[in-house]
Nanobody, 128 residues
Framework: QVQLVESGGGLVQAGGSLRLSCADSGRTFSSYPMGWFRQAPGKEREFVASISRSGLSAYYADSVKGRYTISRDKDNSKNTVYLQMNSLKPEDTAIYYC???????????????????WGQGTQVTVSS
């Protein structure tokens, strides 16, 4: 059974940094692209970043480009994907979700509808 478990959220002041982690279990991690999405109160879930199976390609939402970095274990030994968030803004406040796809070998995804598996989410709050 596939499980995605996020960690690393919290409260931070504007301009600060956080690193989120997502541990993937129950399958061969290196075969699947991974992504991060977020959902703020009263808003729809939106794409943040995604990374290819190899880790060589990454894609970002315009709102986080240059501030966030998605990565995955270089040798895929820890089955973990990360989201380094710098220069945080109050508008980054949301629940952040890790996501992935069911089929091995597929490409990067950037819409919630393309994701088959979701983590439980981790709260990120940025104070002004």
């Amino acid at each position: 059974q596939v499980q995605l478990v996020e960690s690393g959220g919290g409260l931070v002041q504007a301009g600060g940094s956080l690193r989120l982690s997502c541990a993937d279990s129950g399958r061969t991690f290196s075969s699947y692209p991974m992504g991060w999405f977020r959902q703020a109160p009263g808003k729809e879930r939106e794409f943040v970043a995604s990374i290819s199976r190899s880790g060589l390609s990454a894609y970002y939402a315009d709102s986080v480009k240059g501030r966030y970095t998605i990565s995955r274990d270089k040798d895929n030994s820890k089955n973990t994907v990360y989201l380094q968030m710098n220069s945080l803004k109050p508008e980054d406040t949301a629940i952040y979700y890790c996501a992935s796809r069911r089929s091995p070998g597929v490409g990067i995804f950037n819409t919630p509808n393309e994701a088959d598996y979701w983590g439980q989410g981790t709260q990120v709050t940025v104070s002004s």
